[in-house]
């Protein structure tokens, strides 16, 4: 092959002898103790911009296959990574070069080391190409040249063909390259079907494997380019030669892949059935066919090839589903809209693999989906069959083995299946009908008990219904009342664990029927009563108990619970395993027992507030002046028991939170200057969380845990929590300006809700904005400072949009807000979806503001304040989020920048227009980008937008342009 131009420096021969011995160190048979330094100093060769000639005179050398292996994988990745170290005039060379080198390759048959070579070679010749945009209309001409060279070529052109589609889909050229290339390819498709048919011909008996494969892969490959006609294909003996792969008994595993692939490709191309109706049909036909291989597949249990077909299955329903939702609008189109699709998906959910019914998932789901939108009962109805069938399935596939002894382990497979099939059964239950689902299940249960089944049939008909039993109407008194009764008198001490698991989570399931039917609501609690106090069951009989309580917080009340609720708590605490489940278990039992206070007269609220929460203040206090050296010492003794926990704050912490969460907020308007009954308590546990957050202001985690603390305290007080805004403020701010832990600034969000429309507060307020903003600023503005601290970002853009709802007018005077706007300019573009959406969120409230103010004709300083802002500001912002939209962000979060672009648009449209021109001018015009034209067009119809919708679409095709 003929060598690069002289640019990059050329290696001397002692360089490239070095380079060649490195190379046999890590690859060769030499190996040896000095492997991971050649590693470390190739890959640091790889960066150097001597690896281009250096790589090229190793594949003019050919020393031995390795090194040629290993200059053409360096070539292939420094092309694709590095193209730009290159001057213009020296890539003609290197295409050249490559090429010339490709065709000194012998692949007469197939040798493993010279395949990947080949391959790499082919690879940089197709990213070369797809990457230089002034190169047109070469791929024909490539192929040609290949074509016409002495010896059989046909490894190397097949391996040529399909990298070309392959590659192009994986390179950020931009859509305009993209199309050039795909239109490229497509024209040629006639002759490469005509070359693919005639080499599988030319295999005849002596079937060359390798060749066949490399035939499919590359039909495969030409299936991705969505400018392929296919008619041809649909009815050529090529398409027949992968069917007939798939139907053989005696295929390989590796070719039946390939093959695999390839049919699932095609059946990707059809999804648009319109423009590929033969091929549709063709497909239709062929797959229909494998029913015969599938089950011979269930007889031999070739995993790999029931594999393959559950893909192509899948693939199947997911490009006909329009036709199976929607029926077929002629003739032509009842194949496509038979159920056989859905049979097919019948038979994986029958095999008793549950890896293949796990490939079904998301095709039922879509399913659902689909129908959800189909307003006519009748019509949902005729997939009834095949649902309850797939139902009947889930239940035989989620069952555990009857020999299980104990739970299960909570990251193992059956588990994590069980946890998937439980959305599945959710997505499709309302197919069918709730009630009729709980009563199927209820008579498989049944049905399972007769004939003399073990405990698994009952829990795995209890975990489905389970899934679906708080969408069934509260009337429904056929079969639950029998499932309630068999529950409460199942033996807590002999039923298995995982049985007693499934109920509770059942009957917690079941608090929105037990609310209609309260005659069954003691018996439940006595019930969980008894299983929370098995560490076992402890935190799923306490989350059972807590959803009930929520529900049924009225009737328990009145049965006076709140006593029993209360005694749960020191059974709980002696308990000598499973610390963190029975720590759980009494969250949720405190949490219910303060649902039930909060339905008690006023009168008696304070006292059982106080008998619930006292116990904490004092064992707070004391967990935080005992030492942490007896509190590691005891800990050591005492194991698992909940004991061993005693002394760690964190678990007081957390219970302030369990109690004031489910306080409902004092109302000054409901009740006056009266004081909360609860103001006692909670100043009470303001000291010691105080004193917590003073000791433990280096350590995030309990920060954390203490603003969250907070944070339900100050809620459920409302403005009688005024007292301790003041040093909570200043504890705070201290805080922050020493260690900017970001759960600081959420907190002062809240206080900005609870307190910014007090009139008196407001200035207190906007200088503690003031200083943690100045100080996160600090953290941001350094290098990589918004992509390394996205949760500051997102703390600090939610407080400031607590101002902009609560306090606009001051907030909009204040400078900080012009500060915070700049910041948000800067921070559109950053890929973290919590952190850009808190930036857009506040953003866009402040453009809100503006146009509310407009339309309400209401104006004060904080108006003009702001419209000077976004009038000054409003062509970075445009370009920002033209920029982020189109070329920095995350598809999903291209929405949020086209609500930026709408708004600026509705608040001016002059200014809209002048901005988004400024901002069109700031986008890359080097490839990939979009033409001038495509600019001009996108400028025009921008500003004729009205709909936030129609500018979403928009953004959203010029965004292709560069990536």
Not at 471 to 483: A, F, G, K, R, Y
Not at 486 to 492: E, K, R, S, T, W
Not at 753 to 779: C, H, K, N, Q, W
Request: with cysteine; proline share 4%.
């Amino acid at each position: 092959g003929s060598s690069l131009l002289s640019f990059p420096p050329t290696m001397s021969d002692e360089e490239t002898n070095a380079l060649h011995m490195a190379i046999m160190t890590l690859y060769g048979p030499m190996g040896g103790p000095n492997s991971a330094a050649a590693s470390q100093w190739l890959a640091d060769f790889q960066t150097t911009m001597g690896a281009w000639t250096a790589c090229d005179r190793l594949l003019r050398e050919k020393r031995d296959a390795v090194s040629v292996c290993f200059a053409a994988q360096t070539l292939r990745q420094k092309i694709l990574k590095s193209l730009k170290e290159l001057p213009a005039e020296s890539l003609m060379s290197l295409r050249e070069s490559l090429t010339g080198h490709l065709a000194s390759l012998q692949m007469k048959s197939f040798d493993p080391l010279n395949d990947v070579t080949a391959t790499q070679l082919c690879l940089a010749i197709a990213d070369l190409y797809i990457q230089v945009h002034e190169w047109k209309n070469w791929v024909a001409e490539l192929l040609n040249t290949f074509n016409s060279m002495d010896g059989d070529r046909t490894r190397m052109l097949l391996v040529l063909l399909r990298v070309f589609p392959e590659e192009i889909d994986s390179i950020r050229v931009g859509e305009n390259r993209r199309k050039e290339v795909r239109e490229e390819i497509a024209v040629s498709a006639h002759s490469v079907l005509m070359f693919l048919s005639f080499v599988l011909e030319q295999q005849g008996g002596a079937a060359d494997e390798d060749m066949i494969k490399k035939v499919v892969s590359c039909l495969a490959a030409y299936l991705t380019n969505p400018m392929l006609v296919t008619d041809e294909l649909a009815g050529s003996s090529l398409l027949a030669s992968v069917f007939h792969i798939l139907y053989a008994k005696e295929a390989s595993t590796q070719l039946h892949g390939v093959a695999t692939e390839c049919i699932v490709n095609a059946l990707f191309r059809v999804e648009n059935a319109d423009k590929h109706k033969a091929l549709a049909h063709a497909l239709h036909r062929g797959v229909m066919g494998l029913r015969g291989p599938f089950k011979a597949a269930v007889d031999e249990e070739d995993m790999d090839k029931l594999s393959n077909f559950g893909r192509i299955f899948v693939e199947m329903a997911e490009s006909f589903l329009e036709f199976i939702i929607n029926g077929a609008t002629n003739k032509d189109e009842e194949d496509l809209a038979s159920f056989e699709s859905l049979d097919l998906l019948l038979m994986m959910a029958e095999h008793h693999d549950y890896a293949l019914v796990e490939m079904t998932f998301h095709i039922w789901y879509r399913i659902s989906e689909a129908l959800f939108q189909i307003d006519n009962d009748d019509h949902v109805a005729r997939y009834a069959d095949h649902v309850t069938r797939y139902l009947k399935f889930l239940f035989k596939h989620v069952r555990y083995e009857a020999d299980m002894v104990g739970l299960p382990s909570s990251g193992s497979e059956l588990t994590d299946f069980r946890l998937k099939a439980a959305e599945s059964v959710k997505d499709v239950v309302y197919i069918v009908g709730t009630d009729k689902c709980v009563v199927m299940m209820f008579n498989l249960m049944v049905e399972s008990a007769a004939a003399g089944a073990s405990w698994e049939d009952t829990e795995a008909a209890l975990f489905i219904i389970s899934q679906f039993l708080s969408n069934l109407l509260p009337e429904e008194d056929s079969v639950v009342p029998d499932i309630v009764n068999a529950i409460c008198n199942l033996p807590p001490s002999s039923s298995h664990p995982a049985l007693l698991q499934t109920c509770a989570e059942l009957l917690g399931a079941a608090a929105d029927w037990l609310q209609k039917h309260p005659q069954y609501q003691v018996a439940v609690m006595q019930w969980l009563f008894q299983l929370v106090l098995n560490p076992v069951f402890s935190a799923a009989a306490g989350e059972a108990i807590q959803q009930l309580c929520s529900k049924c917080a009225g009737h328990l009340c009145q049965q006076g619970l709140i006593p029993q609720l209360r005694s749960l708590i020191p059974l709980l605490e002696a308990t000598t395993s499973n610390s963190k489940g029975v720590e759980n278990a009494i969250t949720f039992v405190i949490r219910s027992a303060t649902q039930l206070v909060m339905l008690l007269p006023e009168s008696e609220q304070s006292r059982h507030m106080n008998e619930l929460g006292m116990d904490i203040v004092v064992n707070f206090t004391a967990a935080l002046s005992s030492t942490g050296a007896n509190n590691k010492e005891n800990s050591e003794n005492r194991g698992d028991a909940w004991r061993s926990m005693a002394n760690d704050p964190m678990v007081w912490i957390d219970r302030v939170s369990s109690v004031f969460r489910e306080v409902i907020p004092w109302n000054p308007q409901e009740h006056g200057a009266r004081p909360a009954p609860w103001l006692e308590l909670a100043l009470g546990l303001w000291t010691p969380l105080s004193q917590a957050f003073k000791m433990y202001e280096d350590n995030l985690r309990m920060v954390e845990h203490i603003c969250r603390a907070i944070r339900f305290l100050i809620r459920s007080l409302g403005v009688q929590s005024q007292g301790i805004v003041q040093p909570l403020v200043e504890q705070m701010v201290g805080v922050y300006q020493k260690h900017t832990h970001s759960c600081v600034l959420y907190l002062s969000s809240i206080l900005v809700d609870e307190y910014g429309v007090v009139e008196s507060l407001r200035p207190g307020l906007i200088a503690m904005l003031e200083t943690l903003a100045t100080t996160a600023f600090v953290t941001l503005n350094q290098p990589n400072g918004l992509r390394d601290n996205p949760d500051t970002v997102d703390d600090l853009f939610r407080l400031a949009s607590r101002f902009v709802l609560r306090s606009p007018s001051q907030f909009f005077q204040a400078p900080i807000s012009s500060a915070l706007l700049d910041c948000a300019i800067v921070g559109l573009s950053l890929d973290h979806v919590e952190a850009n959406r808190s930036i857009t969120r506040f953003v866009c409230s402040s453009m809100d503001q503006l146009v509310g103010a407009r339309r309400a004709n209401y104006r004060d300083a904080g108006v003009e304040a702001l419209e000077k802002m976004i009038t000054q500001k409003a062509s970075k912002l445009l370009s920002s989020a033209l920029r982020a939209g189109c070329i920095e962000l995350s598809s999903h979060l291209r929405r949020d920048q086209a609500d930026i672009l709408m708004l600026t648009a509705t608040i001016d449209r002059q200014l809209f227009s002048s901005s988004l021109h400024h901002a069109l001018t700031q986008l890359p015009s080097v490839p990939p980008c979009a033409t001038p034209e495509q600019l001009q067009n996108f400028f025009t119809t921008l500003n004729g937008i009205t709909e936030t919708r129609e500018m979403y679409v928009q953004m959203r095709d010029l965004a292709r342009l560069y990536a």
